[in-house]
C-alpha cells in the first residue's frame, strides 16, 4: 500500500531531492560565510559554491555562467524580465507580446505594464492551448520590444514552438522572454537553439529547494539590458541586489545538475506512468477529455475533465490523492481555469478538471492506486449527478 495521499502534483510543487538537501546542508551550518565577503575564507567558501552553482545552472540550458541571475524563484525571474526591459528599452517602443494562457508570474506584471502606459497583445490560442510563430509575427509592431511565451504551461503541459518564435523573434529584432519554469529539467532546452534572450527557471518546479530561481539574461547577440527591481548592494552584476541565499543557490545547481544526468531516462519512465494513468482512466470508461495538446506536451503532466462530475465535489471526494483543479494559484476560487477557457473549453467540462503531475518519485504502484481511486470516486459521483439521472432516463 503506497503511503496516503499519493502525491500527483508535482507541477505545483516537486519534492526537494534527498541528494539536493544534502549538498545544501553544509551551507546552512559550517560554511555559512556571505558570498559577497572578500577578505576571508567564510567567504571565499560560500563564492565559489555559488560559482559553482552558477556554472551548473548555466549549463543546464546552455547558457554561459555571466549570464545567470538568482532570483527568489519564477515569479522575480519573470518581473525582472518583463518590467526590467519594458523601462530600459521605452525609448524604443511601448509594445509587448505575449500569450493568453500564461501564468500569472507573467499575465499580471504586463497588466501591470499597461496601467503605466504600455500595450501587450494577449494572443488567443488554438484548442490545444498552442501558438503559432505566425500569430506572434503578426502582432509585433515596429514598436514592440518584447513577446513573452511560456516553454510549457503549468496546467495542461503543452509545449510552445519557442525555437520557431525565436527565428520570428530575431528576425524582426525583438527580444523573446520564455517562462521556463515547467519544462527546465524535464525537456531539453538550450538557449541557443531557441533563440531566446530572456528565460526564466525555479528550483521547486525541478527538484530543488522553494525559495530560489534564475534568470538567464543573454549576453551576446545581442547584450541584453535590464532596469533592476531591486536597489541596493548591486550584487548580481546589479542586476539583483541582495545577499545570496547561498544553501538555495546551491541546492538549485545540484537539482540543475541532477536534471542534466537523469532527464532522457526520467522523462521516459514520467511519460510511461503518465500514459499509464490516462489509458487506465479510460478503460471502458466514456466522459473522459484531455485538456491541451496530445502530443505537444510535458512527460508527467496530465489534464483530464470528467463529463457529468463537479470539479470540486471530484476533489473533496479525492482525499487519498494530493492533485488540483486549475491552477493551484487559483485553486480557492471557483471560477474555471482561464486557461481551459482560453482553449475553448466548455464551463462544465473546465469545472471538472484534474491535473495530474506524474514527477521523479512517483511510482506504478502509486498510479495504479490513483486509477481505481479516480474511477470509483468519478462512478459514484456520476450516479449522483441530477446531469446524469437526466441522461439515463433520456
Ligand atoms: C510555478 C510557476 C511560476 C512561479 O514560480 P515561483 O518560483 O513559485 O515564483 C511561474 N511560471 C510557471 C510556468 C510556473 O509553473
Same mark, same amino acid.
Given at each position: 500500500m503506497p503511503q496516503l495521499p499519493i502525491y500527483l502534483d508535482n507541477n505545483a510543487a516537486t519534492r526537494c531531492d534527498p541528494r539536493v538537501v544534502e549538498a545544501m546542508l553544509p551551507f546552512f551550518t559550517e560554511?555559512?560565510?556571505? #558570498?559577497?565577503?572578500? @577578505? @576571508?575564507a567564510y567567504g571565499w567558501k560560500a563564492a565559489e559554491a555559488v560559482d559553482e552553482a552558477r556554472q551548473l545552472v548555466a549549463d543546464s540550458i546552455g #547558457?554561459?555562467? &555571466?549570464e545567470i541571475v538568482f532570483t527568489s524563484g519564477a515569479t522575480e525571474s519573470n518581473n525582472l524580465a518583463l518590467k526590467g526591459a519594458a523601462v530600459m528599452y521605452r525609448r524604443q517602443g511601448n509594445h509587448l507580446v505575449t500569450v493568453q494562457t500564461e501564468h500569472h508570474a507573467v499575465l499580471d506584471p504586463c497588466r501591470r505594464l499597461q496601467r503605466e502606459g504600455y500595450e501587450v497583445s494577449f494572443l488567443p490560442v488554438d484548442r490545444f492551448g498552442r501558438v503559432t510563430a505566425e500569430q506572434v509575427g503578426a502582432a509585433i509592431?515596429? &514598436?514592440? $520590444?518584447l513577446v513573452s511565451v511560456m #516553454?510549457?504551461?503549468? +496546467? $495542461?503541459g503543452t509545449l510552445q514552438p519557442i525555437a520557431e518564435i525565436g527565428r520570428v523573434c530575431k528576425v524582426r529584432k525583438v527580444l523573446l522572454h520564455t517562462d521556463a519554469t515547467q519544462a527546465v529539467g524535464k525537456i531539453p532546452i538550450d538557449v541557443e537553439a531557441l533563440q531566446v534572450d530572456l528565460l526564466s527557471l525555479s528550483g521547486h518546479k525541478m527538484y530543488g529547494p522553494k525559495g530560489v530561481g534564475a534568470l538567464f539574461v543573454r549576453r551576446?547577440? =545581442?547584450h541584453v539590458r535590464l532596469e533592476p527591481l531591486l536597489d541596493g548592494g548591486g550584487h548580481e552584476r546589479g542586476l539583483r541586489s541582495g545577499t545570496l541565499p547561498v544553501p538555495l543557490v546551491v541546492g538549485l545547481g545540484e537539482a540543475c545538475k541532477l536534471c542534466g544526468n537523469e532527464m532522457p531516462e526520467e522523462a521516459k519512465r514520467c511519460r510511461a506512468l503518465r500514459d499509464r494513468l490516462w489509458q487506465g482512466l479510460n !478503460?471502458?470508461? +466514456?466522459g473522459l477529455f484531455l485538456n491541451g495538446h496530445p502530443e505537444e506536451r510535458l512527460p508527467g503532466n496530465l489534464n483530464v475533465s470528467f463529463a457529468q462530475v463537479r470539479g470540486e465535489a471530484l476533489l473533496m471526494a479525492l482525499k487519498n490523492i494530493a492533485v488540483s483543479s486549475g491552477s493551484a494559484c487559483t485553486? #480557492?476560487?471557483? !471560477? =474555471?481555469?482561464y486557461v481551459l477557457r482560453a482553449l475553448g473549453v466548455p464551463d462544465d467540462l473546465a469545472h471538472s478538471s484534474i491535473r495530474f503531475g506524474v514527477g521523479r518519485f512517483t511510482t506504478a504502484e502509486e498510479i495504479e492506486f490513483a486509477i481505481k481511486e479516480v474511477t470509483q470516486t468519478v462512478q459514484r459521483l456520476r450516479l449522483m449527478s441530477p446531469d446524469f439521472q437526466m441522461t439515463l432516463n433520456q
Open positions: 560554511a555559512y560565510g556571505n #558570498a559577497g565577503s572578500r @577578505h @576571508h #547558457a554561459d555562467a &555571466k509592431t515596429d &514598436k514592440t $520590444i #516553454a510549457a504551461n503549468n +496546467e $495542461i551576446r547577440n =545581442p !478503460e471502458n470508461r +466514456e485553486s #480557492a476560487s471557483v !471560477e =474555471p481555469s
